[in-house]
């Protein structure tokens, strides 16, 4: 049972750069077939998909977001990152990593999200 | 963009009820590409159906999805009070057009204790 994990500051400064890691358990982010995606939600509302990344590198990106994500995978680590710069309070959101298992754009498995403030 | 429009906003029904909640896409989604995800206050979403309707493991089968097209539909039949909570709909699409993400969710139905 693959089991994923958050981790990153809680806070962070308009104008500067969020970044937060997913530490995968139980299971290889190499394993072929797997993608590993970062969805967020804003506090109190629906969720909306930042991008995903493939353990080869391979990332897409939600276009809304492109210019100021960037995704990365560490196999060495079994972890996969994500970075949005020039944050505004409008990135304040819970953000989950999840598994898509097979490319087919479902998530199985999700960590359990942490929350990221941005403030002053 | 395929935009997912959930409807109702909130349900207010009693254990041993069925519920029916729906989701209307603005363009056609394949049926393998529709998933339908529950969340309570303080968890992440649980995966319960995905393509359309089959079940993910784990789930009870009082859970059931349906539809094709841009009409899907999760039922709920005799409700237990662990299914109050939140559902989303979501889809993928594998060829989205230029400046659309691949992946988005409907806004979700909040289903309470009437």
């Known amino acids: 049972q693959v089991q994923l994990q958050e981790s990153g500051p809680g806070l962070v400064k308009p104008s500067q750069t969020l970044s937060l890691t997913c530490s995968v358990s139980?299971?290889?982010?190499?394993?072929?077939?797997?993608?590993w995606n970062w969805i967020r939600q804003h506090p109190g509302k629906g969720l909306e998909w930042i991008g995903y990344?493939?353990?080869?590198?391979?990332?897409y990106y939600n276009p809304s977001l492109k210019s100021r994500l960037t995704i990365s995978v560490d196999t060495s680590k079994n972890q996969i990152s994500l970075n949005v710069t020039s944050v505004t309070a409008a990135d304040t959101a819970v953000y989950y990593c999840a598994r898509d298992l097979s490319g087919r754009g479902y998530f199985d498995s999700w960590g359990q999200g942490t929350l990221v403030t941005v403030s002053s | 963009e395929t935009v997912l429009t959930q409807s109702p906003g909130t349900l207010s029904l009693s254990p041993g009820e069925r519920a029916t909640l729906s989701c209307r896409a603005s363009?056609?989604?394949?049926?393998?590409?529709l998933a339908w995800y529950q969340q309570k206050p303080g968890q992440a979403p649980r995966l319960l159906i995905y393509?359309?309707?089959n079940r993910a493991t784990g789930i009870p089968d009082r859970f059931s999805g349906s539809g094709s097209g841009t009409d899907f539909t999760l039922t709920i039949t005799r409700l237990e009070p662990e299914d109050f909570a939140v559902y989303y709909c979501q889809q993928f699409g594998r060829s989205p057009p230029m400046g659309s993400p691949p992946v988005t969710f409907g806004q979700g139905t909040r289903l309470e204790i009437k």
């Open positions: 363009q056609t989604v394949t049926s393998n590409s």
């Open positions: 393509g359309a309707s």
């Open positions: 139980g299971g290889s982010i190499s394993r072929g077939g797997n993608y």
């Open positions: 990344i493939y353990y080869s590198g391979r990332t």
